[in-house]
């Protein structure tokens, strides 16, 4: 059995902080994702603590920005909601899910703040930025696309976010979704 701990090593390696999830994808810190650290000590204490738990990541400032999250489950399908509106999604950094949809990661423009959506692009199509995290599927053996390509977010997609109205969310209720991603 390969711990949390093992999982999260080359990450934290890397200096990225991470902390530890279910496998419902709820943090298991008290702090959720402000928990996150790169310490080994913290990361044997949870591994300890949580043997099989999920290595996660916080989106957004501090980290890469956006995390576009195509979902295939639950009787719905991002790639059909992408291909209906003609949005065509660069090579840009992507990692695969445990249910076959993915993670599309990018920058946003200088002083743009986005925060955290579920299925407000669109059906199956959920935003990660500021205030949210994303498990990292490569900890656990996913597939990653373009490893080193994190591109700039597409007009499309910027557009799509600017339509929503939302501005960014740090209420209670914002982080109660975040535990959906």
Same mark, same amino acid.
């Given at each position: ?6 999982c ?14 279910g ?22 204490? %949870?591994s ?16 890469? @920005? ?13 790639f059909? *909601?992408l ?5 065509? @999604? ?7 899910t ?6 599309? %990661?990018?920058?946003v423009?200088?002083g743009?703040?986005?925060?955290c ?12 930025? *500021? ?5 990292? %599927?490569d ?25 929503t ?14 535990s959906?991603?």
């Open positions: 059995m390969t711990t949390f701990a093992q999260a090593a080359p990450l934290t390696a890397r200096g990225i902080a991470v902390f530890p999830c496998t419902d994808k709820r943090p298991l810190t008290r702090h959720g994702f402000k928990a996150a650290t790169a310490d080994s000590a913290q990361i044997d204490v %949870w300890a603590a949580h043997p099989d738990a999920l290595v996660a990541q916080p989106t957004g400032r501090g980290s890469f @920005v956006l995390d576009v999250d195509v979902d295939t489950g639950k009787g719905v399908d991002g059909v *909601t291909r209906a509106n003609g949005w065509d @999604v660069p090579a840009t950094r992507t990692h695969t445990r249910r076959g949809g993915a993670h599309y %990661w990018f920058r423009p200088e743009m703040t986005v925060g959506s579920a299925g407000k692009i669109g059906t199956g199509l959920d935003i990660r930025g *500021t205030g949210g995290y994303v498990i990292r %599927w900890a656990h053996g996913g597939e990653v696309e373009n490893t080193n390509d994190v591109l700039d977010a597409p007009v499309w997609l910027l557009d799509a976010i600017r339509a109205g939302k501005k960014d969310d740090h209420s209670a209720k914002a982080a109660q979704s975040l959906q991603v």
